[in-house]
């Protein structure tokens, strides 16, 4: 996986944590594509710039992570999703990952944090199914 040839978008309600996720994803070398701040514009920013990645938060305004994740998932099923959150629910946690989260990241987050949850979403989308043999 080379991170230059990965897109990110970045979405977050919190202008310091659209900043920080840019900053850190650039650090690591990925594309940072552009920003949203609710899920209506994060919609609307996968159509027109189709992310490898969205880092996206769950709780937000006008349309919610998990909203915008479902919408985001029927526009562009290919694109990898990591939901972060600052809520440790694990009903929410567990809803997104059903809704076709590829991974999540709690804050506070590190930088190496956010790499592990990338590299195990984009590992976890490149390691081929396994089928049960039939007899």
Do not use: W
């Not at 080379?2 to 850190?24: Q, W």
């Not at 514009?41 to 006008?62: F, R, T």
């Not at 972060?84 to 059903?98: D, F, H, K, L, N």
């Amino acid at each position: 996986m080379k991170t230059e040839d990965l897109r990110v978008l970045v979405v977050d309600d919190e202008p310091m944590v659209c900043e920080l996720l840019s900053e850190l994803l650039k650090d690591q070398g990925y594309q940072v594509i552009g920003q949203a701040s609710h899920g209506r514009s994060a919609i609307e920013k996968v159509k027109q710039y189709q992310p490898d990645i969205v880092c996206l938060d769950i709780n937000m305004p006008e349309v919610s992570g998990l909203d915008a994740l479902a919408s985001i998932k029927t526009i562009r099923a290919s694109t990898i999703v990591i939901m972060v959150t600052a809520v440790s629910q694990a009903s929410e946690v567990q809803q997104a990952i059903r809704t076709g989260a590829d991974g999540y990241l709690l804050k506070p987050f590190t930088g190496l944090q956010l790499k592990s949850a990338i590299l195990k979403a984009y590992q976890k989308r490149q390691s081929p199914e396994r089928v049960a043999p039939t007899s």
